[in-house]
């Protein structure tokens, strides 16, 4: 069984910064890609920033400049640092990671949501 746990979230004031963790247990042989989503009341989930297991990044044109997104390969965490936040980064965000197991499996995994609501 793979899982995912995050930590983080909670209520800020614009401007302020979070800092969003991901921890990834079980019985993993490797993860690739680990992301961070976000939806928010009465839309669709979207990507907000990912992180291939060498590195690369990528970001939502939104978030771009604010968020930064990094991983720790030996711990199977990843990171997102967000900074200068704005009410409109209020969302439930959700972790993602593709995971080859042990059994040789590969999937998408997504952990429960953590909740970042942003005051004005």
């Known amino acids: 069984q793979v899982q995912l746990v995050e930590s983080g979230g909670g209520l800020v004031q614009a401007g302020g910064s979070l800092r969003l963790s991901c921890a990834a247990s079980?019985?993993?042989?490797?993860?690739?890609?680990m992301g961070w989503y976000r939806q928010a009341p009465g839309k669709q989930r979207e990507l907000v920033a990912s992180?291939?297991?060498?590195?690369?990044?990528n970001y939502a044109d939104s978030v771009k400049g604010r968020f930064t997104i990094s991983r720790d390969n030996a711990k199977n965490t990843v990171y997102l640092q967000m900074n200068s936040l704005k009410p409109e980064d209020t969302a439930v965000y959700y972790c993602?990671?593709?995971?080859?197991?042990?059994?040789?499996?590969?999937?998408?995994?997504w952990g429960q949501g953590t909740q970042v609501t942003v005051s004005s």
């Open positions: 993602n990671a593709n995971i080859f197991d042990y059994r040789g499996t590969y999937g998408a995994y």
């Open positions: 079980g019985s993993i042989l490797s993860i690739a890609t």
């Open positions: 992180i291939t297991m060498g590195g690369s990044t």
